[in-house]
């Protein structure tokens, strides 16, 4: 049987400052891949309907994979398709957390002018099936083939018969799971099961798993979390970025925090970014107690100042599982997709929220919910290198820069130590050596 590495995300089981202009130059980006264990997902949101987009990493054999993932609805079959993976790729690349450098200009130099800123079908199940599940009080409210996928739906009276029905159809629940699967289905949610089709996959090709994308209706705005941590060894880390047209996404049931932003750090950090934002999301996530949901990221997709990547289009943004009549950056309708219908309704602009969320079952005991506020606030990871100016000059303001100069040099190291805890005595030898 092939192997392949899966890029289909389903957090389930598995078998603030901000600056009106930054006019910086873009260095680099923390995105996603630093990270080990990391589940990415999409969710579009305006009033009570959800799209969800959702991509894992997980690597094996495809006739191994499986997911159950807890939601509050039975999803209709054309509620449910086949997403594409580079949409994901292209949210994280355009929000991750990010370098920028500057470079003095001549202290004896009249100051520059300043620039004006621009706004940048289902199959039947057979009845012996669902025979199997009515005798374990399981009911099979939908069955779907999407794709490379199959794709029920199921809702229980108790957890002894859900874990035993499950069990009977080949999936290996771990410990634990039982007593969770309960307290779901006392909270009324119903359970989105997937099975990788294994001669559909073959016959299409094999190669990688795609992202489902999946939407319904419903009060809940929540992500499940907690069937994740049964897998787990360890920390996993969760990237969720939220599109809505009202503004900033934020958890309701803990606390979100922004990532520490706008610090100017040695320029030694230009070559071992990785390292140097890896060590800054650890100290921040421990600082804050370990139980929050990490900004990195809040901006309207029209602009981005610094821009990591061009900002999303219109069709990507459509892609990812926008479905209200968008704007663009000077309040007008953004062209629609060709060969697509408008949506209906007044246009509205696409804010995008990213949250970062490292947790385990002791950090994180309940799943996460959501709020949408009216915050259209910039928010952006954002660190900056400031080159000093090399050139030669002779005037007093001269003077008062190579003094400045010292000064921030040390302001510069002891903010790298503050945010990554790296040893003080370390960075200030690494910067005399100029490394």
Request: include cysteine.
């Amino acid at each position: 049987m092939r192997k392949t590495r899966l890029t289909w995300t389903l957090l389930g089981l598995g078998l603030s400052s901000s600056a009106a202009a930054f006019c910086g130059f873009f260095v680099a980006k923390a995105d996603s891949k630093l990270f080990n264990r990391t589940n990415q997902v999409i969710i579009a949101r305006d009033g009570n309907r959800s799209v969800f987009t959702m991509m894992n990493d997980y690597s094996g054999d495809v006739k191994d994979f499986a997911r159950i993932v807890p939601i509050p609805v039975v999803p209709r079959r054309e509620d449910i398709r086949i997403g594409d993976p580079s949409i994901v790729q292209k949210l994280d690349a355009y929000s991750a957390p990010r370098l920028v450098e500057y470079f003095d200009e001549n202290p004896c130099a009249p100051p520059p002018r300043p620039m004006p800123t621009t706004a940048t079908t289902s199959a039947p199940m057979e009845d012996r099936a669902a025979a199997r599940a009515q005798a374990q009080g399981v009911k099979i409210e939908a069955s779907y083939q999407v794709g490379e996928y199959d794709i029920l739906i199921l809702s229980a009276q108790q957890q002894t018969g859900l874990a035993a029905y499950l069990r009977g159809e080949g999936y290996r629940l771990p410990a634990g799971a039982d007593g969770m699967l309960g307290s779901y289905i006392k909270g009324g949610m119903k359970f989105f099961v997937v099975r990788v089709n294994v001669e559909r996959f073959e016959k299409a090709g094999g190669g990688f798993l795609n992202p489902i994308v999946l939407s319904y209706t419903s009060e809940k705005f929540m992500l499940p979390i907690r069937l994740g941590t049964l897998n787990s060894p360890g920390e996993q880390d969760l990237t969720v970025y939220l599109l809505s047209p009202q503004g900033r996404v934020e958890t309701s049931n803990y606390r979100t925090a922004p990532i520490p932003t706008n610090k100017e750090v040695p320029l030694l950090v230009k070559n071992q970014f990785g390292p140097f934002y890896r060590h800054v999301f650890r100290r921040a996530y421990e600082r804050e107690g370990k139980s929050v949901a990490l900004l990195e990221y809040a901006w309207n997709t029209n602009n981005c100042d610094p821009c990591s990547t061009e900002p999303p289009t219109p069709e990507e943004l459509q892609a990812a599982g926008v479905f209200w009549r968008q704007e663009d950056g000077w309040g007008r309708p953004a062209p629609v997709p060709a060969g697509s219908a408008p949506p209906s309704g007044p246009a509205k602009p696409v804010y995008l929220t990213r949250l970062h969320v490292r947790y385990t079952a002791a950090t994180f005991p309940q799943d996460l919910h959501f709020k949408v506020t009216k915050n259209q606030g910039t928010f952006q990871g954002r660190y900056i290198l400031r080159h000093p100016y090399k050139g030669s000059a002779n005037c007093q303001a001269m003077n008062t820069y190579r003094a400045d100069l010292k000064r921030r040099a040390e302001a510069q190291a002891q903010t790298l130590a503050n945010l990554t805890g790296w040893d003080i005595n370390h960075i200030r030898r690494r910067m005399a050596q100029g490394q």
